[in-house]
């Protein structure tokens, strides 16, 4: 069965802090892809990245970044200098097999000014 | 231009009713979800489509019922509407339902049955 744990319901930070959102997953599917979604208090979901089993190199948008680790099968996203603009609910999502993307809880970051 | 749409974003409605909420997309993509999230922000799967073929089908009340005239909508009925539908519900879609593609999700319909 495929599953998805987002252990920290709520983290607060103050801005310009790091914070780093854990996501671990589990799958016995050698193929399968893993997904991060923001949710903003506007209410529409975003999809952020897409990363699939078979690569595992880190990856760095501006101030986001995912490290992907299959040895933990975890795929942690962190936000450097955090701001205001980055408080939402954020998602982790996995697809292996079939058609339905499982997703995590959510945790919700708040980013105080 | 909007890429998922849903109409209405808030529907407020009693007990007993019979409701759609219609969603389109214009991305060109073959698959389209129905997504139920609740007051504590769990996302659950209701249905999916596929070039209008059912092909998600999840354990929801029989009183919900999608509807797919083409790809680019997917429309979702509930009757006898109860307290516990109150929730927001999101369509999406997916170039197609293989799982490497992300979908893209649309605005939300806040569902309030009193």
């Known amino acids: 069965a495929q599953k998805v744990t987002q252990a920290q319901t709520e983290i607060s930070v103050v801005e310009k802090e790091d914070v780093t959102l854990d996501c671990v997953y589990e799958?016995?599917?050698?193929?399968?892809?893993l997904f991060w979604y923001k949710q903003p208090p506007s209410g529409e979901l975003v999809f952020l990245i897409r990363?699939?089993?078979?690569?595992?190199q880190n990856e760095i948008s501006g101030r986001y970044s995912w490290n992907f680790q299959k040895s933990t099968s975890s795929f942690n996203f962190t936000i450097t200098a955090s701001q205001v603009v980055d408080s939402a609910v954020y998602f982790c999502?996995?697809?292996?097999?079939?058609?339905?993307?499982?997703f995590g809880a959510g945790t919700r970051l708040f980013v105080k000014a | 231009d909007t890429a998922v749409s849903q109409t209405p974003k808030y529907l407020v409605t009693q007990m007993g009713n019979d409701k759609s909420i219609k969603c389109e997309q214009n991305?060109?993509?073959?698959?389209m979800y129905w997504y139920k999230q609740d007051s504590k922000k769990f996302l659950k799967i209701m249905f999916s489509?596929?070039?209008?073929?059912?092909?998600i089908n999840e354990t929801v009340p029989n009183r919900f019922s999608p509807k797919s005239p083409d790809k680019a909508h997917l429309n979702l009925h509930i009757n006898s509407l109860e307290l516990g539908d109150s929730a927001v519900y999101f369509c999406?879609?997916?170039?197609?339902?293989?799982?490497?593609?992300?979908?893209?999700f649309g605005p939300g319909t806040r569902l309030t049955v009193t």
């Open positions: 991305l060109g993509h073959d698959t």
């Open positions: 489509y596929n070039n209008k073929e059912l092909i």
């Open positions: 799958t016995r599917d050698t193929t399968y892809y």
């Open positions: 999502a996995l697809k292996s097999g079939g058609f339905k993307t499982i």
């Open positions: 990363r699939n089993s078979f690569d595992e």
């Open positions: 999406a879609s997916s170039q197609d339902p293989t799982f490497s593609y992300e979908q893209y």
